[in-house]
T-cell receptor, first 113, second 111 residues
Framework: NAGVTQTPKFQVLKTGQSMTLQCAQDMNHEYMSWYRQDPGMGLRLIHYSVGAGITDQGEVPNGYNVSRSTTEDFPLRLLSAAPSQTSVYFC????????????FGSGTRLTVV | GQQVMQIPQYQHVQEGEDFTTYCNSSTTLSNIQWYKQRPGGHPVFLIQLVKSGEVKKQKRLTFQFGEAKKNSSLHITATQTTDVGTYFCAGKKSNTGKLIFGQGTTLQVKP
């Protein structure tokens, strides 16, 4: 049981490049979310999903796309990377319902130069 | 939009002293969750509070949910060096997957 797996762990991009951050969970969780963490700003919600085929915007969705074709996978796409997207990205998942604390992946540290 | 504010941002205590962090939401929450993140690590779920006025304890940690379901607190009694890290509250406005985090309180404990 691997939990929430994020790849890659580290990435350096040039401004304007695109890439996909991968997230997979093997716990059959309905809910999945992407957060970015910047110093002093806490965790800010980018996009979230309540099930396969359903996604919605969070607090800071601009510049990012998501899709949820399966329960297990929730990739985050950066369309045209900007230095402001330098951050640590966390994917998280939980069960639906009142008992649902989120399980976080170990994060992807992204630097855009 | 939904906002969750957390204070203080930083707290330095001597080992054995108590510590409290406070969380306030701009809207009524359906539930509030607390997480701990060790330096260099990822957030780890501690507890969820659902009922108005609820109080839950985990060893030296006491969690409270306000009567109006708009504020919460985490109190640590007699801190230890293992308590070092950043504590986040996170609120859900309704029973959906949208969980909004506060800015976190970073706790340093001097031995």
């Amino acid at each position: 049981n691997a939990g929430v797996t994020q790849t890659p762990k580290f990435q350096v991009l040039k401004t304007g490049q695109s890439m996909t951050l991968q997230c997979a969970q093997d716990m059959n969780h309905e809910y999945m979310s992407w957060y970015r963490q910047d110093p002093g700003m806490g965790l800010r919600l980018i996009h979230y999903s309540v099930g396969a085929g359903i996604t919605d915007q969070g607090e800071v969705p601009n510049g990012y796309n998501v899709s949820r074709s399966t329960t297990e996978d929730f990739p985050l796409r950066l369309l045209s990377a900007a230095p402001s997207q330098t951050s640590v990205y966390f994917c998280a998942s939980s069960y639906q319902g009142a008992s649902g604390g989120y399980t976080f992946g170990s994060g992807t540290r992204l630097t855009v130069v | 939009g939904q906002q969750v504010m957390q204070i203080p941002q930083y707290q330095h205590v001597q080992e054995g002293e108590d510590f409290t962090t406070y969380c306030n939401s701009s809207t009524t929450l359906s539930n509030i969750q607390w997480y701990k993140q060790r330096p260099g690590g990822h957030p780890v779920f501690l507890i969820q509070l659902v009922k108005s006025g609820e109080v839950k304890k985990q060893k030296r940690l006491t969690f409270q949910f306000g009567e109006a379901k708009k504020n919460s607190s985490l109190h640590i009694t007699a801190t230890q060096t293992t308590d070092v890290g950043t504590y986040f509250c996170a609120g859900k406005k309704s029973n959906t997957g949208k969980l909004i985090f506060g800015q976190g309180t970073t706790l340093q404990v001097k031995p």
